[in-house]
């Protein structure tokens, strides 16, 4: 069992940045490949970003040379810095954890916060 927390959320201008944390507990971010989702009103879950035990990162195109996703093992949290934002990116966001390979399919993860809104303003 893992439990995360989100926080960092915000509103923010069209061109800004902002960094989010997902703070874990129970278990090590260490042992679970990482995500980062996003769902917009009246979207479904859209995928932003993993990375795996071994470190290594992938990226949804929306977000590639944008978005980075980085992990402190020592400090058992996962992060995304996000810049150059835009409006589109608004979205409640959130980070989830699962034992088996990357994937970008939401259903795959086994455990996830309750997210963090993030606000972006022309």
């Known amino acids: 069992q893992v439990q995360l927390v989100e926080s960092g959320g915000g509103l923010v201008q069209a061109g800004g940045s902002l960094g989010l944390s997902c703070a874990a507990s129970?278990?090590?971010?260490?042992?679970?490949?990482m995500g980062w989702f996003r769902r917009a009103p009246g979207k479904e879950r859209q995928f932003l970003a993993a990375?795996?035990?071994?470190?290594?990162?992938y990226y949804s195109d929306a977000v590639k040379d944008r978005f980075t996703i980085s992990r402190d093992n020592a400090k058992n949290t996962v992060y995304l810095q996000m810049s150059s934002l835009k409006p589109e990116d608004t979205a409640v966001y959130y980070c989830?954890?699962?034992?088996?390979?990357?994937?970008?399919?939401?259903?795959?993860?086994?455990?996830w916060g309750q997210g963090t809104q993030v606000t972006v303003s022309s």
């Open positions: 989830a954890a699962r034992t088996g390979p990357t994937t970008n399919a939401a259903s795959l993860y086994d455990y």
């Open positions: 990375i795996t035990t071994g470190s290594s990162t």
């Open positions: 129970g278990r090590t971010v260490r042992w679970y490949t």
